[in-house]
């Protein structure tokens, strides 16, 4: 339980820059404070925090960002991050900018500088249009959780309270995009409409797994294929072929080559999906420690088949085939047949996150086969000029 705001204007808040690898070690380490007594927190792994916030992240091949600590009492009460992207801004002009990263105490006064602070940065780097959340990019975990508090969050996937977004209204934030995640049981029985239109196209469609000796190859398939799918989407941004190779070399350890489906239309590969096992039920164990012997337990309950449910963070079907009768049939197939896999593994639920809310063509997918609104992610928005 949260307690009602509070204000700290009497005892001095302090919002420090972050800088070096201890900054960014402090900075990874503030949800920590922030959630100590949340029971639907989950912990990240550290390892992988700091190496998101360091150098080493491709995406700072074309972006530039600052990170910020608040501090009241020496102790750490918040964190903010903002974000200038020059990809972004290709596409949607010159003056737009980010925040992200946003964690604050139930506090008014701290959520408040916070907010201010990472505004006036992106002002003096001539960004005058802000949105946000983006952890950092549209391409990594973004938005605030607006519905859907009494589940904890799945893999690679968003949380926070639910006061957040009356304050950031507060601070004159508008609701700009909706993102949704839909709960999807993994023993449904497709409708008589998909058996039919998959029977329409079943010599035409053939799906596959991963080609684990041709894995380069096959990342940069996913890759141009989700570009191309998602490029006339809502605040796209295309992956660069180094993003989506780290994206690929972080999960391919994590993902069994039958959870991940590549779909071909007559021979060239047209649709894929990535399926994830809910790291989540077994992040809370480690407490964002790998070291010393986190990444056996981690690997002995992989190895096990304990772990319930999944996520698929990665879809697309090529453009051409949207609105579509072999559209429909290739993201049901991308879909089916990893599902079938995944039950027979143990997985009983998965999650399919996010989706844009007004992507009905995939809604309608989803909901015809037997999937759930259950969580709802918002973009805010401001105009800072």
Same mark, same amino acid.
């Given at each position: 339980?949260?307690s009602?705001?509070?204000?700290?204007?009497e005892?001095e808040?302090?919002i420090?820059p972050?800088?070096?690898?201890?900054?960014?070690?402090?900075?990874?380490?503030?949800p920590?404070k922030?959630?100590?007594?949340?029971?639907?927190?989950?912990?990240?792994?550290?390892?992988?925090?700091?190496?998101?916030f360091s150098?080493f992240?491709?995406?700072?091949?074309?972006a530039?960002w600052?990170?910020?600590?608040? *501090?009241?009492d020496n !102790?750490?009460?918040?964190?903010?991050?903002a974000?200038?992207?020059?990809?972004h801004?290709?596409?949607?002009?010159?003056?737009?900018?980010?925040?992200?990263?946003?964690e604050?105490?139930?506090?008014?006064?701290?959520?408040s500088?916070l907010?201010r602070t990472?505004e006036?940065w992106?002002i003096?780097?001539d960004? *005058?249009?802000?949105t946000?959340?983006f952890n950092?990019?549209?391409?990594h975990?973004c938005?605030?959780?607006?519905?859907g508090f009494?589940?904890?969050p799945?893999?690679m996937?968003?949380y926070?309270?639910?006061w *957040?977004?009356?304050l950031?209204? !507060?601070?004159?934030?508008?609701?700009?995009?909706d993102?949704?995640? *839909?709960?999807?049981e993994?023993?449904?029985?497709p409708p008589?409409?998909?058996?039919?239109?998959?029977?329409?196209?079943?010599n !035409?469609i053939?799906v596959?797994?991963?080609?684990r000796?041709?894995?380069?190859?096959?990342?940069?398939?996913?890759r141009t294929i989700?570009?191309?799918?998602w490029?006339?989407?809502?605040?796209f941004?295309?992956f660069?072929?180094?993003?989506?190779?780290?994206?690929?070399?972080?999960?391919?350890w994590?993902v069994?080559?039958?959870?991940v489906?590549?779909?071909e239309?007559?021979?060239?590969?047209?649709?894929?999906?990535v399926?994830?096992?809910?790291?989540?039920?077994?992040?809370?164990a480690?407490?964002g420690?790998?070291l010393?012997?986190?990444?056996?337990?981690l690997a002995?309950?992989l190895?096990?088949?304990t772990?319930?449910?999944?996520?698929?963070?990665?879809?697309?079907?090529?453009k051409?085939?949207?609105h579509?009768?072999?559209?429909?049939?290739?993201?049901?197939?991308?879909i089916?047949?990893?599902?079938?896999?995944a039950?027979?593994r143990?997985?009983?639920?998965?999650?399919?996150?996010?989706?844009l809310?007004?992507n009905q063509p995939?809604?309608?997918?989803?909901?015809?086969?037997?999937?759930?609104e259950y969580?709802?992610?918002?973009?805010y928005?401001?105009?800072?000029a």
């Amino acid at each position: 339980m949260h307690s009602s705001p509070g204000c700290l204007s009497e005892r001095e808040i302090k919002i420090l820059p972050v800088s070096g690898f201890r900054g960014i070690r402090d900075f990874a380490d503030v949800p920590w404070k922030i959630y100590a007594n949340d029971p639907l927190w989950v912990p990240p792994l550290k390892l992988e925090r700091w190496l998101h916030f360091s150098r080493f992240n491709p995406y700072f091949k074309h972006a530039q960002w600052q990170g910020w600590i608040a *501090y009241q009492d020496n !102790q750490p009460v918040g964190r903010i991050s903002a974000q200038i992207d020059t990809l972004h801004q290709e596409r949607y002009g010159p003056h737009t900018g980010h925040f992200g990263m946003l964690e604050s105490i139930h506090d008014e006064a701290v959520f408040s500088q916070l907010i201010r602070t990472a505004e006036n940065w992106l002002i003096e780097h001539d960004a *005058y249009q802000i949105t946000g959340p983006f952890n950092f990019s549209i391409n990594h975990d973004c938005g605030l959780l607006v519905q859907g508090f009494d589940t904890p969050p799945v893999f690679m996937m968003p949380y926070s309270p639910e006061w *957040y977004a009356g304050l950031l209204e !507060q601070n004159g934030y508008s609701p700009r995009k909706d993102l949704l995640a *839909y709960w999807l049981e993994t023993d449904f029985e497709p409708p008589p409409a998909m058996r039919m239109i998959d029977h329409k196209y079943r010599n !035409q469609i053939q799906v596959r797994t991963l080609r684990r000796n041709q894995f380069d190859e096959e990342i940069e398939i996913m890759r141009t294929i989700f570009n191309d799918a998602w490029s006339g989407n809502w605040g796209f941004v295309p992956f660069t072929s180094e993003e989506f190779a780290e994206l690929g070399s972080s999960l391919r350890w994590l993902v069994p080559d039958e959870f991940v489906q590549i779909a071909e239309m007559n021979g060239e590969p047209v649709a894929f999906m990535v399926g994830l096992p809910n790291l989540n039920e077994i992040l809370p164990a480690l407490n964002g420690k790998l070291l010393p012997f986190g990444w056996l337990q981690l690997a002995r309950k992989l190895r096990a088949n304990t772990i319930t449910t999944a996520r698929v963070p990665l879809m697309g079907v090529r453009k051409q085939f949207h609105h579509t009768l072999p559209g429909i049939a290739l993201a049901f197939k991308v879909i089916d047949a990893p599902r079938k896999i995944a039950h027979a593994r143990g997985i009983q639920h998965v999650e399919l996150s996010w989706i844009l809310e007004d992507n009905q063509p995939m809604r309608a997918i989803l909901e015809k086969i037997g999937a759930r609104e259950y969580k709802r992610y918002r973009i805010y928005e401001k105009a800072l000029a």
